[in-house]
């Protein structure tokens, strides 16, 4: 059985760093993409950071470019998504999702149905 499951979420200053962990179980990670998204109370999920298992490819949406890093230890089964430089417009329920393929495709795919698995999630709260 395929899982993802999310942790590192918490509350943290405006300014502040989280490092949000993303453990993958039950299918090989070395050929995956994998997505960060997040929703905050009222809004539509979003996606922020993306990457290819099977090659390290990264793509950031531009909210988060340059404070956020998305990286993986495929040994481990794992991606993490280094958060800094928060702000209180990134409080959000933070989703790891993963698709299968990605030495396959063209371009990480952005969009949620793009994605076929997915985990519960991690609070991320930024006070300002």
């Known amino acids: 059985e395929v899982q993802l499951v999310e942790s590192g979420g918490g509350l943290v200053q405006a300014g502040g760093r989280l490092r949000l962990s993303c453990a993958a179980s039950?299918?090989?990670?070395?050929?995956?993409?994998i997505g960060w998204f997040r929703q905050a109370p009222g809004k539509e999920r979003e996606g922020v950071a993306y990457l290819s298992t099977s090659d390290g490819r990264t793509y950031y949406a531009d909210s988060v470019k340059d404070r956020f890093t998305i990286s993986s230890d495929n040994a481990e089964g794992t991606v993490y998504l280094q958060m800094n430089s928060l702000k209180p417009e990134d409080t959000a329920v933070y989703y790891c999702?993963?698709?299968?393929?990605?030495?396959?495709?063209?371009?990480?795919?952005?969009?949620?149905?793009?994605?076929?698995?997915w985990g519960q999630g991690t609070q991320v709260t930024v006070s300002s």
């Open positions: 039950g299918f090989t990670f070395d050929d995956y993409a």
């Open positions: 999702a993963a698709e299968p393929g990605a030495q396959h495709m063209r371009t990480i795919p952005h969009q949620e149905y793009e994605y076929h698995y």
